[in-house]
């Protein structure tokens, strides 16, 4: 499994690259926020899963997933509360808040193929009770009664 946002033969720097000049608000545009670029990735991931079984990249790292746990340790979250990974990508923070022992967690993602991944990845870890979502968090929060509010009670 690789490691760190930058493991990707260049691709990912290439992505925060490309864009262009600032908007009035001083951030420049950026392909890694548009659905192109991640539906691009993720079938990419996809494919190697099947042909490979690597489940690919942790943009963040597996350090920023123990952090997170350990942030809910020390917060006594329940392991019944409902947690909500949006953009979930590979599904794997999904994999390890279900092997720390959260029974109630759900991914989202607007990528189909990083649904399908993070259905795969979690099938072959022998995981049951992790609900995902083909999702876009932006379209669906803005609306009530959107498939978000319906489906999700976490929000
Ligand atoms: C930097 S990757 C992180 C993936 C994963 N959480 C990880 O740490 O490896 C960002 C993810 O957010 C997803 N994403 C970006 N904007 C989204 C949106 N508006 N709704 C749902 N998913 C979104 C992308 O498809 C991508 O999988």
């Known amino acids: 499994m690789s490691e760190g946002a930058d493991d ?22 950026s392909a890694l926020g548009t659905r192109e670029h991640w539906d691009a990735v993720y079938e990419r991931e996809l494919q190697t899963f099947q ?69 795969n990845i979690i099938e072959k870890e022998g995981l049951s009770n992790i609900k995902l979502k083909d999702l876009n968090f932006l379209k669906s929060c803005g609306h009530p009664g959107s498939a978000l509010e319906a489906d999700l009670e976490t929000v």
């Open 8 to 29: 990707d033969g260049g691709a990912g720097a290439a992505a925060r690259s490309r864009g262009g000049s600032p908007r009035g608000d001083g951030f420049s545009p």
């Open 51 to 119: 042909e490979y079984g690597d489940t690919g990249e942790i943009w963040f790292g597996e350090e920023s997933m123990t952090r997170l746990i350990r942030w809910m340790q020390k917060h006594k979250i329940p392991l019944d509360a409902s947690v909500l990974d949006i953009g979930t990508g590979n599904g794997v923070f999904l994999v390890e808040l279900a092997k720390f022992g959260f029974s109630n967690i759900t991914g989202i993602d607007y990528s189909p193929s990083a649904i399908q991944l993070s259905g």
